[in-house]
Structure formats: C-alpha cells, structure tokens
C-alpha cells in the first residue's frame, strides 16, 4: 500500500480549499474577511500543539464524523488518522495544478488546460485575513 504523502514533495498535498469568485471577492470583502479569519481560526485550532485545544479539535471533528455518518470512529482510529494530517491555511497550490494535470492526462478532464488553474490564485502566506489588499498578492484573474 502507498501512502500517498510519500508521492508529494515535502509530504504536503492540498484536499481542501476555500474557493470564492472575483465577483464576490469585490463585493463583499468584509464577508470574505469574516470567513477566512474563521477559516485561520478553525486551521489554528486543528494544528494546535497545545494537548487540550488539539484534543477539542479532535473531539470535535469526531462528533461530526459520528453526526454526519452514524458511525463513531474508535479513539485509536481517530488518534491514528490525526497524527497523519497537516492543517494550513497554504493552497498548496501547485498540487493542486498538478493534480488537475494527472486527471487530464488520463480524460477525467478532457479539453481543459490545467495551467490556467495556477493564475487564479491569492497568496493569503503573509495576511490569512485579507484585510488589506496590498499585501495580499493577487497572481490571476478568473475569466
């Protein structure tokens, strides 16, 4: 069996992403504001090295995995499984073009040019909130 951080440079590979549109970036920058500093929030509290806030956050996701599946996961599984995710507040973006690059090249995305995908992105690295565009590096445009 391969795990698969072993085929990501530095074992990192992105599964989650927070999407938003131009149109709403434009429009409703204070709601934007307001989720991802919630998003940062939410990153800060799974990735905490502090033992209680890192068991809270467990706690947590636990009891949604059991609301939303009907199933408890055993606290074995569930430490098991935490002490192999990364949380960041990072696109890790060039995974996810490589990635759109591998579903092309086998016809999951057929007539699609996955470089497009790497000019869409903000750099969120040096202010996770976007409160102040400047410092924010926009690198694309969606058309």
Same mark, same amino acid.
Request: aromatic content about 6%.
């Given at each position: 069996?391969? &795990?698969?951080?072993?085929? %990501? !440079?530095? =074992?990192?590979?992105?599964?989650? @992403?927070? @999407?938003?549109? !131009?149109?709403?970036?434009?429009?409703?920058? !204070?709601?934007?504001?307001?989720?991802?500093?919630?998003?940062?929030?939410?990153? &800060?509290?799974?990735?905490?090295?502090?033992?209680?806030?890192?068991?809270?956050?467990?706690?947590? @996701?636990?009891? %949604?995995?059991t609301r939303?599946? =009907? #199933? $408890?996961?055993?606290?074995?599984?569930?430490?098991?499984? %935490? =002490?192999?995710?990364?949380? *960041? *507040?990072?696109?890790?973006?060039?995974?996810? @073009? +490589?990635?759109?690059?591998?579903?092309?090249?086998?016809?999951?995305?057929?007539?699609?040019? !996955?470089?497009?995908?790497?000019?869409?992105?903000?750099d969120l690295?040096?202010?996770?909130?976007?409160?102040? +565009?400047?410092?924010? #590096?926009?690198? =694309? $445009?969606? #058309?």
């Amino acid at each position: 069996m391969v &795990d698969e951080k072993d085929l %990501w !440079p530095g =074992g990192l590979f992105s599964t989650t @992403v927070v @999407v938003a549109t !131009p149109r709403f970036i434009e429009s409703d920058r !204070p709601a934007l504001e307001k989720l991802l500093s919630a998003h940062s929030e939410c990153v &800060d509290r799974l990735s905490s090295t502090d033992p209680q806030t890192s068991r809270n956050a467990r706690d947590t @996701v636990s009891s %949604w995995l059991t609301r939303t599946t =009907g #199933k $408890e996961l055993s606290q074995q599984v569930l430490d098991r499984a %935490w =002490g192999q995710l990364s949380f *960041t *507040t990072d696109t890790l973006s060039e995974t996810i @073009v +490589r990635r759109a690059e591998q579903a092309t090249s086998i016809g999951l995305l057929p007539d699609f040019d !996955p470089a497009a995908l790497a000019s869409i992105f903000y750099d969120l690295s040096d202010d996770a909130t976007l409160v102040d +565009r400047d410092r924010a #590096k926009y690198v =694309g $445009e969606v #058309k």
